[in-house]
């Protein structure tokens, strides 16, 4: 084949070599518009993946590019004059530089014609005249940029500025400096690549940029007062750009996160960052432009396949991966557009959420990583959470938490879940196995399912209710053995079904209307849940009376009931979040229009429940923090507002959820996929919050709490099938003190003397 390859870096370089060595017959020409040795940034980071993957493509580079590799462990934070150090990660780096030389010395090696200071444009018709045109052009590519709609291009301009310098100044572990400036906050990536030369990212928010006038500083004076804000870290070394001798390149730059829904059009072929970037804060760049390569490389050079089918290939597998990365490098990139939120931080913690922030590396990775400096962060988790009382270095979930006078055993919660078995609203047998096996099973906090406060306030006929004194009793009976056989304790979930109400039992249609007997729903507005669903009758004042009350009503007879604590449910579309949410509420009154207006009755029943509740006993709201609907819904910024909103009438504690508040919601599921919105409550809103939605593993449980994102953790669906899901979480552990029922004894012993060995031997095999 005859191949042209547009730009000398590492993806365009690595292709050419790993065709040569495939069939050294291929015409392979590479046009870079820089002339040899001159190219932007400084180090480079790889994983021990992409080093395996470059050996066994081509041991000859690979030997010495491993030959060259700087190495290092430790990762080193320093924020408000404190440097916290954590070991174990495991680096490798190399010059940008020395890498692209390498590249070039063996492409040359094996046959490749190098062309520098070749200026390429799409629009020249010589690109014809090949079989292939690789567009490894990098980020801003012209032959990509050509044809938008052919390869289907989304770019994403990200917020903060950064400039990529180097240094003679050799950072011993990787360095992230928080400094706080009269601008606002600004901060530094630092690593050593080579034995006398490290690498320098400042980045910080376009505000703090703008104010300090870097927009209108040539780049010398811009790096002159780079060096002036880090000179503490600089030790009298200076900093460098090797910008200015490039085309296309500027100091200050936004990061553009890169897509194609297509990789080839024509015989042109993307490659490396010209089809996909990910954020420099994640270093998988140039793992991601190598690996290309090499797959492309493969699928061309193999028998039988056709150059569509090779192409197919080339794009489902590369993209599968990029996607996953693109992923991860997009939490990184938030947390560092949203740093001010974790500014309040201790320091320790700061780290924790920093080293966490991407999702990849979790509580147990760090164990493996640093266990010493894992403990002194459990350490500090649990002082804080008792007072001082305790030094224990256990897993966070295990950390008790204080609601006002109540206090829950450890950060796990049973998340209220709708059983629709109830007579009449009346919880029977199978609600007091339901709810007390998962007392028993360990979790610090069972929440009932939304119970109505009135026999229309019901989603279905099969919900439970608490109106009437029948209703008392059955729940009186479920708390008082939830009291006497376990250490959990127990909320009260309190709704009204609103829009959503006279409704199927969950299991033979969600949403769907009854068969017969509906009963007539009311809403904030008369906006049915969907064509099927009845046209609610909006509320009238008195309705908003009498509603309230009802709530009144219900929160008097679960102090009867022994409740420890009550939730308003004011999510997921029913009457109170008919509401919160624009999407339901059309009203033209003092109830609807603004956030402020459409808050005003739920704010309202909220306090009149807070004032009939006991002082020294919790509440909490549950909100949905998305509508899923853009800026057309409820967005994560008027969560917060929400959040606030019910924290200043005497909530302690936002449970977050999102969504089910319209039925055409379009949400992003994925591992722990709320928990941001509870990070952004929490933190932007300082509200204490509980995160829920496919959290399902100690591990993550753990992350959350120990980095700040929530201060409970709420599992639903898991529970389901394990209602021990906390206790054999603390046998995985092995954590000791958590109350396990006298009668499981012998089996929680087993289980974890069971879990041990098998651990050991796990861990025997591994050696
Ligand atoms: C601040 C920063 C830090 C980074 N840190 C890391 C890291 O630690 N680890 C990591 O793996 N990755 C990192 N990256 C990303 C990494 O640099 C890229 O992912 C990688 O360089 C992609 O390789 P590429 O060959 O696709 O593109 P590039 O390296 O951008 O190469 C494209 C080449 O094409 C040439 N070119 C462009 N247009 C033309 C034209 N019309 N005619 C001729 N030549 C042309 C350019 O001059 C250039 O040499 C970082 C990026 C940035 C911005
Ligand atoms: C069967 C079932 C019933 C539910 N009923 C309720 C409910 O009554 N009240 C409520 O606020 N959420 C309810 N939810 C939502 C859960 O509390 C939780 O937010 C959701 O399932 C996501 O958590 P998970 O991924 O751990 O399951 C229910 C969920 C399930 C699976």
């Not at 060595?21 to 590479?30: G, K, M, Q, S, Y």
């Not at 050509?146 to 050799?170: C, H, I, M, Q, Y």
């Not at 297509?262 to 420099?280: E, K, P, Q, Y």
């Not at 009793?473 to 304790?489: E, G, M, Q, Y």
């Amino acid at each position: 084949m005859k191949i042209a390859c547009i730009g000398a870096g590492p993806a365009g370089l690595y292709f050419a070599i790993s065709m040569k060595l495939r069939d050294p017959a291929h015409e392979v020409e590479i046009f870079e518009r820089n002339p040899p040795g001159v190219t932007f940034g400084w180090g480079v980071v790889f994983s021990d993946l992409t080093v395996d993957n470059i050996g066994r493509n081509d041991p000859v580079s690979a030997k010495t590019i491993t030959g060259e590799f700087a190495h290092w462990d430790d990762i080193d934070v320093h924020i408000r004059g404190e440097c916290i150090t954590s070991g174990g990660h495991g680096f490798i780096g190399i010059g940008r530089k020395r890498l692209l030389e390498i590249l070039q010395d063996r492409a040359r090696e094996l046959g490749v014609a190098l062309h520098f200071e070749a200026e390429c444009d799409p629009a020249d018709p010589k690109w014809r005249d090949y079989d292939l045109v690789i567009a490894s052009d990098g980020a801003n590519s012209r032959f990509r940029d050509a044809s938008p709609e052919a390869f289907g291009v989304d770019v994403d301009v990200r917020r903060n500025k950064f400039v990529w310098l180097g240094t003679s100044k050799v950072f011993d572990a990787f360095t992230f400096a928080f400094e706080e400036t009269e601008h606002g906050w600004i901060w530094a990536h630092a690593y050593r690549f080579a034995p006398d030369c490290s690498t320098f990212i400042v980045e910080c928010s376009e505000e703090t940029w703008a104010r300090f006038g870097f927009d209108r500083m040539s780049q010398d004076e811009s790096i002159a007062a780079c060096e002036k804000l880090f000179a503490k870290y600089l030790d009298g070394h200076s900093l460098q750009s090797n910008a200015t001798h490039l085309i296309g390149s500027a100091a200050w730059l936004n990061f553009r996160r890169i897509k194609c829904e297509r990789w080839a059009s024509g015989n042109v072929i993307l490659l490396g960052d010209a089809a996909h970037t990910a954020h420099f804060s994640i270093g998988s760049g140039t793992k991601l432009a190598l690996e290309d390569a090499i797959k492309l490389a493969e699928v061309l050079n193999r028998d039988g396949l056709s150059l569509q089918a090779a192409l197919d290939e080339y794009q489902a597998e590369r993209n599968l991966e990029v996607l996953k990365l693109q992923n991860s490098a997009r939490n990184s990139t938030e947390w560092f557009e949203t740093l001010e939120r974790y500014l309040h931080f201790e320091p320790l913690q700061f780290a924790y959420s920093l080293l966490t922030r991407s999702q990849r590396i979790s509580h147990e990775n760090l164990r493996l990583r640093d266990r010493e400096w894992l403990e002194g962060v459990e350490r500090w988790f649990w002082k804080r959470a008792t007072d001082g009382r305790s030094n224990t270095t256990a897993p966070p979930m295990f950390a008790p938490l204080r609601l006002r006078e109540m206090e829950v055993e450890n950060r796990i919660t049973v998340s209220p879940m709708a059983m629709y078995s109830a007579l009449d609203g009346v919880p029977n047998d199978f609600h007091f196995v339901h709810l007390g096996e998962r007392a028993l099973g360990g979790a610090g906090l069972v929440f009932t399912e939304m119970t109505c406060v009135s026999p229309e306030g019901r989603i279905s006929p099969g919900c439970t209710g608490m109106w009437n004194a029948d209703h008392v009793a059955a729940w009186k009976r479920i708390v008082d053995f939830v009291h006497a056989n376990s250490k959990a304790k127990i909320c009260l979930q309190l709704g009204h079904s609103g829009p959503k109400g006279s409704t199927k039992l969950g299991w033979e249609g969600n949403d769907v209307p009854l068969d017969e007997g509906n009963w007539p729903v009311m809403a904030a507005s008369d906006v049915p849940w969907s064509p099927a669903n009845q046209v609610p009758r909006p509320m009238t004042r008195a309705d908003m009376d009498a509603v309230r009350d009802e709530f009144v009503a219900a929160v008097t007879m679960g102090l009867e009931a022994g409740f420890d604590m009550i939730e308003l449910h004011a999510a997921h579309g029913y009457l109170l979040s008919s509401f919160i949410t624009p999407l339901q509420n059309r009203r033209t009154d003092d109830y609807g229009g603004s956030l402020e207006n459409r808050l005003r009755y739920p704010l309202e029943v909220f306090a009149a429940m807070r004032a009939a509740w006991p002082k020294d006993r919790p509440m909490s709201v549950r909100i949905s923090a998305t509508d899923w609907a853009g800026d057309d819904g409820v967005t994560p910024e008027d969560a917060v507002a929400i959040g606030e909103a019910f924290a200043r009438d005497g909530a302690d504690l936002i449970d977050v959820s999102a969504g089910q508040t319209w039925a055409e919601q379009q949400p992003v599921y994925g591992r722990m996929f709320q928990t941001p919105f509870s990070d952004k409550i929490r933190n932007e809103g300082r509200v204490a919050t509980m995160a829920v939605g496919n959290i399902y593993e100690p591990d993550h449980a753990n992350s959350i709490l120990a980095a700040g994102r929530a201060d409970l953790v709420a599992l639903a669906r898991p529970h389901l099938v394990d209602p021990f899901w906390t206790l054999r979480a603390a046998a995985q552990l092995d954590y000791r003190d958590i109350h396990i029922p006298p009668q499981y004894l012998n089996g929680m012993s087993q289980l974890a003397r069971n879990l041990k060995r098998e651990a050991e031997m796990a861990a025997a095999l591994r050696v």
